[in-house]
């Protein structure tokens, strides 16, 4: 990869939502993920926190 290429990150990956809790789980995952890659990057963990209230909801729901 160039220097003026970027890899897709959960930040700049197009945003469609997860339908079902398995896709949910892996975004709170991805999420967690980058948390931990960014743990000072307060967007990244209110994304990371959406997705894992988004992963209840869907649970709660089964």
Same mark, same amino acid.
């Given at each position: 990869?160039?220097?003026?290429?970027?890899?897709?990150?959960?930040?700049?990956?197009?945003?469609?939502?997860?339908? @079902?809790?398995?896709?949910? !789980? !892996?975004?709170? =995952? @991805? @999420? =967690?993920?980058?948390?931990? @890659?960014?743990?000072?990057?307060?967007?990244?963990?209110?994304?990371?926190?959406?997705? =894992?209230? !988004?992963?209840?909801?869907? =649970?709660?729901?089964?």
């Amino acid at each position: 990869m160039s220097d003026t290429e970027t890899a897709e990150t959960p930040e700049t990956a197009p945003e469609t939502a997860p339908s @079902g809790p398995d896709e949910v !789980q !892996q975004a709170v =995952l @991805g @999420g =967690l993920m980058a948390v931990i @890659g960014a743990p000072d990057d307060r967007e990244t963990a209110r994304t990371a926190d959406a997705a =894992l209230h !988004q992963l209840d909801q869907k =649970l709660r729901e089964h």
